[in-house]
């Protein structure tokens, strides 16, 4: 395990951070101070900031990447990444709609490798990962209902072992693993978008997102949310 961590990203400076550069046109990213968030009866996981993305229904991205941190994911190399994100009570997206939260590229706007995302299935919520947003039979792991799954903090984490002809990516939830993706021709690693990528229209609401971790060994969930003193003073 690297010490402390490969990346670490909190977006406690109330910007994106480490992250090299930010998309967002429509105006519908942010990294709001708890004091605003607590308005709307909502607040990071853990520290004074988060990542906030309100999606407004329409098929804009909206994200934050990284050009360089990433680049050690290379053939052969196996790494972890773990975040946490939040869907608001009026989070809402149409069955069968999609949409990433996190992108693996070998090309830059152009090939990705790895993504993992919110989908709905009937009447489920459900975290998915695979190649790309369109490859088929991705491996799912159910959140809950369109309401038992709102307004919850979850654990996501990728184990993804990079390979030219027979990568894998293995995803959890909570700790709570998914059936491994096997079998993925892929490039090398430049660049990962991280956030709101090809919502289908109809998508709104609030997602957050926090506590981004990139490591060569396993991160796992946390045991506590809050630290000492933050869990006192909580």
Known sequence: MAFPWIMAEGFESGGRGLFTAETDTATILDFPHFTELARSGRTPY???????IAPNGG???????????????DAGVTRFIRWYFYLGRNFAMADADKFSMIEFESVLNTTTEVAAGIQRSSGNIEFWYNETT????????????????LNRWFCAELKIVLHASAGTIDGYINDAAGTQITGLAQGDIVDVKFGLVGPDAGTSGVILFDDLIYDDAQIYADRKRYRVPNAQMT
């Open 134 to 149: 369109a490859a088929a039979s991705p491996s799912t792991i159910v959140l809950g209902t369109t309401t038992t799954a």
């Open 46 to 52: 853990r520290g004074a900031y988060a990542m906030r």
């Open 59 to 73: 098929t804009t991205t909206a994200h934050v990447r990284e050009d360089s941190l990433f680049d050690d994911l």
